[in-house]
């Protein structure tokens, strides 16, 4: 049995995680000009994770290009400077990670009331509201529309006492829902 083959058989016997992991540094090990990454994150622990993510970062600084393809939507937005989106066979999107990110011209106003809510008051129905499981109310508004002293002043006219708020901003499954599953 030669070399070759015994790597190969040693390889089979690896667990799952063990043969991503020994896969990855046989990818990584030679500082290559192009990295093609199919999902590689896959069935790893945390740490490793990171560490791949920072690996990645490190050979991207350094002038790799990296090509990722992932279903960790949260994983392609943070390492991604520019994405692709696939949906059916077809491109629905294809463009830096920023203008993507843009594409969804909304946030959504948390507001967390003195007391939580039981329903949405009758003033506030023609916003894009709804009640939340904790009590908090979300009212998700177009950013060129809508600004948020308005939408606070109308809170404030339903009789809404505001113990805290925050905004919320869409994320790449925000993106991702919109240009292929919520189009269909």
């Known amino acids: 049995m030669g070399l070759a083959d015994k790597r190969d058989a040693y390889v089979r016997q690896l667990s799952g995680g063990m043969k991503r992991r020994l896969l990855i540094a046989k990818a990584l090990v030679h500082n290559p000009p192009v990295l ?3 999902e590689p994150t896959a069935g790893v622990d945390i740490e490793l994770r990171r560490q791949l993510w920072s690996y990645v970062r ?12 992932t279903h960790y939507l949260e994983e392609a937005e943070a390492l991604c400077d520019r994405i ?3 949906h059916n066979g077809e491109i629905t999107a294809n463009e830096d990670t920023k203008t993507l990110m843009g594409r969804l011209d909304q946030k959504t106003l948390v507001i967390t009331p003195d007391t939580p809510l039981k ?17 908090t109310l979300a009212i998700t508004y177009n950013t060129a529309k809508a600004k948020i002293p308005d939408l606070l002043a109308q809170i404030s006219n339903a009789k809404i006492t505001i113990a805290d708020l925050r905004t919320e901003e869409p994320d790449l499954e925000d993106v991702f829902m919109a240009l292929t599953y919520e189009r269909d």
């Open 36 to 38: 093609i990454l199919d």
């Open 58 to 69: 490190e050979l991207h600084d350094k002038g790799t290009t990296v090509i990722l393809t």
């Open 84 to 86: 692709a989106i696939i």
């Open 119 to 135: 329903k949405i008051p009758p003033a506030l129905k023609k916003l894009n509201a709804s009640l939340r499981d904790d009590g």
